[in-house]
């Protein structure tokens, strides 16, 4: 229904409605435009935005792939190496297959 309306509108609806979100309380909604695969989330610059600066954005920034652990529970990697974890009460994680 929605390409009879406008294509290119449609297609862009619903990429946005498979966004993956890193929701935290005190640091900022982050989006992430690529597939979660075998518990990963590969980003690079571009490819994910988060909506306000923070220390979860920056360390967003500084990494090249996510882990998802679980609802509450995110790690940040640069290579191979662990940077950093998002985690607790106030960490949810909406993935989408």
Same mark, same amino acid.
């Given at each position: ?26 640091? !900022?909604? =982050? ?9 990963? #989330?590969?980003?690079?610059? &571009? ?22 652990? !679980?609802? =509450? ?9 662990? #940077?950093?974890?998002?985690? &607790? ?9």
């Amino acid at each position: 229904m929605l390409q009879a309306c406008d294509k290119t509108w449609a297609k862009s609806f619903l990429e946005l409605q498979r966004t993956n979100i890193l929701y935290t309380e005190y640091d !900022g909604l =982050h989006l992430f435009r690529q597939p979660l695969v075998d518990g990963y #989330i590969m980003y690079g610059h &571009g490819e994910y935005r988060s909506i306000e600066p923070s220390s979860v954005s920056d360390l967003i920034a500084s990494g090249s792939r996510l882990r998802v652990h !679980g609802k =509450h529970e995110v790690a940040i990697y640069r290579g191979s190496d662990r #940077i950093g974890l998002v985690e &607790g009460d106030n960490v949810g994680m909406c993935s989408f297959y």
